[in-house]
């Protein structure tokens, strides 16, 4: 991916998490993670997974140097149990049409009321 292409991509990721992201920031910090990146692991940055590189980030305490990409990659690793619970909801379709939800939300603020005041 060419310069260009990926301050693109990673000011429109910016963009639809504007809340948890700061684009500029987010930008800067791409390419320094980048040079440190293939300095820690030369050999290995292609094939690197998100795990790995967050891993990375953990490992050297650099999350106050790239608090926004420790945030994008901690999203990406939650999307597949978001989809996966999706999924699910899409395939018990009939039992979710009968659920409550209301019902539900009011149980659920009981049961986190009542962890608060122990």
Do not use: C, W
Not at 5 to 34: C, P, R, T, V, W
Not at 92 to 106: C, L
Request: avoid cysteine; aromatic fraction near 8%; proline fraction near 3%.
């Amino acid at each position: 991916m060419s310069t260009t292409e990926l301050k693109k991509a990673a000011m429109d990721l910016a963009m639809k998490y504007e809340k948890d992201i700061n684009g500029a920031e987010f930008i800067d910090e791409i390419s320094d993670f980048q040079h440190v990146v293939k300095s820690i692991i030369p050999d290995h940055i292609e094939s690197a997974t998100v795990l790995e590189l967050l891993q990375l980030i953990q490992d050297y305490n650099l999350k106050e140097s790239y608090p926004n990409i420790e945030i994008v990659f901690r999203i990406f690793l939650t999307m597949p149990e978001r989809f996966s619970n999706l999924a699910i909801l899409s395939i018990e379709n009939e039992v979710t049409r009968e659920i409550d939800f209301e019902e539900v939300i009011d149980e659920f603020a009981a049961i986190k009321s009542r962890k608060v005041k122990l």
